[in-house]
């Protein structure tokens, strides 16, 4: 079977492989305390880092590989999404991390409650998850397009609900 992965992939494949193993071990090694000391850092984190796995995590393959795409194929519109995304990265680390770090909270909605009460916790939970359904099935619509284009070579509708069927 040829392998469409050269000497080099393989070789950038194998050094990536072995940073993050190494890097995994080492990290591990650390004294933690507790499961909520792993994931805040001990609220030791400098709010730059914070801010820019903040800015990391918002960041999708789609929206990695789509907006420069649509950029090419188009406008350059879409940069106006990067740019507003560095300035939310700017109010997290000014605004946010502070607050998040004087009252202890890991997620927003724990500041939520802290400053609005049980029911503003309630109804962004809520939002985020309808948020998410919709976003599951743009994503979805978007694996089953690649699916079509390499099963059937086209995106015809009949093609793309059978490439959803697949991926589900």
Not at 6 to 34: C, E, H, N, P, Q
Not at 46 to 51: E, L, S
Request: net charge positive; glycine share 8%.
């Amino acid at each position: 079977m040829h392998s469409a992965f050269s000497s080099l992939y393989w070789g950038i494949f194998g050094a990536y492989f072995l940073v993050l193993t190494v890097t995994s071990v080492l990290l591990s090694r650390m004294k933690v305390k507790s499961t909520r000391d792993y994931f805040v850092g001990g609220n030791a984190v400098p709010m730059f880092a914070v801010a820019i796995s903040v800015l990391a995590t918002s960041q999708s393959a789609a929206t990695f590989l789509g907006g420069p795409e649509y950029s090419y194929g188009k406008d350059l519109t879409f940069i106006g999404f990067y740019l507003s995304a560095f300035l939310a990265v700017l109010f997290v680390a000014k605004v946010l991390i502070p607050r998040f770090y004087a009252i202890n909270a890991v997620t927003v909605y724990e500041l939520l409650e802290h400053r609005y009460g049980e029911r503003a916790k309630k109804q962004a939970g809520v939002m985020f998850l309808i948020g998410r359904l919709f976003a599951s099935g743009a994503r979805l619509y978007i694996g089953a397009l690649a699916i079509s284009m390499i099963l059937f070579l086209d995106i015809t509708a009949v093609h793309v609900a059978i490439s959803i069927t697949i991926l589900m």
